[in-house]
């Protein structure tokens, strides 16, 4: 068995986290932004291993992410307790409704709209990162942009910290090859308005640099 994969959208975050890895056998993937590609390439990864006899122990979401003022700081780092599929659902009248509460069978849920992450991984993480904040992570496919849909999006979720793009798709994707799940983000803006300015990626892929010395 080789060691963790660690799954990141795009190459800048692959390349802050190479830079500090203690351990060799971490591998670390750039597969694309969006939960759907990034579930695709993963699971495409983990069975390659597995067809290989050289099947990962676990998977780690990473990357940079947009972090819930009050919440979490830029430039912080952010351990995910579930990732969420935060639009994964219907609108109505009343407001959004979960997938998970329209009423479908049990077996046509598949994971649900939260994978919880695995406790083992996450209190490694923990140990390594003792001032990481801790709460749920949102995964969108549109990345939240105004002050209406942050309120909203605060409400359902008052237990998140960070949303990001891809952490659902690559949790579900380990949970049907049965390995452990966990996420790891630096945050670089502020969940609100769209403002570019407020935009700390250099910040935020600094920390990510630092933090990648507890994936092992």
């Known amino acids: 068995m080789t060691g963790l994969l660690v799954v990141t959208a795009v190459p800048a975050e692959a390349e802050a986290i190479r830079a500090g890895l203690a ?10 932004v969006g939960p759907a590609v990034a579930g695709a390439a993963t699971a495409r ?3 390659l291993a597995e067809m290989a006899g050289r099947p990962y122990r676990g998977v780690v ?11 979490v700081a830029v430039g912080g780092i952010v351990l995910g307790t579930h990732a969420v599929a935060a639009d994964l659902g219907a609108g109505s009248p009343d407001g959004f409704i979960p997938v998970d509460e329209l009423g479908m069978p049990p077996e046509l849920l598949g994971c649900g709209t939260a994978v919880t992450v695995d406790s083992t991984l ?5 140990a390594a990162l003792p001032d990481a904040i801790v709460g749920s992570v949102l995964t969108v496919s549109t990345v939240t942009g105004t002050t209406a849909s942050t309120d909203a999006l605060s409400r359902r979720h008052p237990h998140a910290v960070a949303e990001a793009m891809e952490g659902y ?8 090859a049965g390995l452990p799940f966990a996420e790891l983000r630096a945050i670089s803006n502020p969940i609100g308005p769209r403002d570019r300015s407020a935009w700390r990626i250099r910040d935020a892929l600094a920390a990510l640099t630092v933090a990648a010395s507890a994936l092992r």
């Open 23 to 32: 351990d060799p056998t971490v591998a670390v993937l750039p597969v694309g």
């Open 45 to 47: 990864s983990l069975a």
């Open 61 to 71: 979401s990473a990357g940079v992410a947009g972090g819930f003022v009050g919440r």
């Open 122 to 126: 996450l209190a490694a993480l923990r």
């Open 169 to 176: 798709g690559v949790a579900v994707a380990a949970s049907h």
